[in-house]
């Protein structure tokens, strides 16, 4: 799914957005993507600030909210 276009997001980071926030673990999504775990959270870090969020609970909810994700169980 692409970002609309008014969302604050990449096309690269909107769907690794959604994929990062349905993990518990940095290290297993950092696996699953084949990158180091420290670009992992480099990527989350710059995704919060630019939705204006504080934690990952608060960008899956600002996500769903402004279709920036296809809806839960869709992935």
Do not use: C, N, W
Not at 31 to 50: C, D, N, P, Q, Y
Not at 53 to 58: L, M, N, P, S, T
């Amino acid at each position: 799914m692409s970002p609309s276009s008014t969302s604050p997001l990449t096309v690269a980071e909107s769907p690794l957005s959604a994929y990062s926030f349905t993990r518990s673990r940095d290290g297993q999504i950092a696996a699953a993507l084949g990158v180091g775990e420290e670009t992992i959270k480099t990527h989350v870090s710059r995704v919060l600030a630019k939705l204006g969020v504080r934690d990952r609970i608060h960008a899956v909810v600002y996500a769903h909210k402004h279709g920036l994700v296809p809806p839960l169980g869709h992935y």
